[in-house]
């Protein structure tokens, strides 16, 4: 069991910059990789960012890449996205996920992200 805690959400004016903690606890030398993943009302959500746990391989969706930035501690059991030039569209609630080796996924309790001016 793997359990997921996010924070760091808020409200920011387009532009702006915010970062998202997740902490992981409970059976972490099994997680995989580590993801950010977003969903705005009434659309589906959909994945933001991915990165391994133990390369540090990361991957981006082509909405967000060159403005955020996915980083882990491992000794900390926590992952971050760094979110920078935020743009309304960028308004959801970002979950963390955690995959870890038996192929079970693992979801936090999302925290908001607002951007408004």
């Known amino acids: 069991q793997v359990q997921l ?19 992981a606890s409970g059976s972490t030398f099994s997680i995989y ?7 705005a009302p009434g659309k589906q959500r959909e994945f933001v960012a991915i990165i391994s746990t133990k390369s540090g391989m990361t ?14 501690d491992n000794a900390k059991n926590t992952v971050y996205l760094q979110m ?3 743009k309304p569209e960028d308004t959801a ?8 080796d038996n192929g079970r996924q693992y ?11």
């Not at 991957?59 to 882990?72: E, M, W």
């Open 33 to 39: 990789t580590m993801r950010w993943y977003r969903q």
């Open 93 to 100: 609630v970002y979950y963390c996920s955690a995959l870890v």
């Open 107 to 117: 979801w936090g309790q999302g925290t908001q992200v607002t951007v408004s001016s």
């Open 5 to 23: 805690v996010e924070s760091g959400g808020g409200l920011v004016p387009p532009g702006g910059s915010l970062g998202l903690s997740c902490a």
């Open 59 to 72: 991957n981006y969706a082509d909405s967000v890449k060159g403005r955020f930035t996915i980083s882990r």
């Open 84 to 86: 920078n030039s935020l």
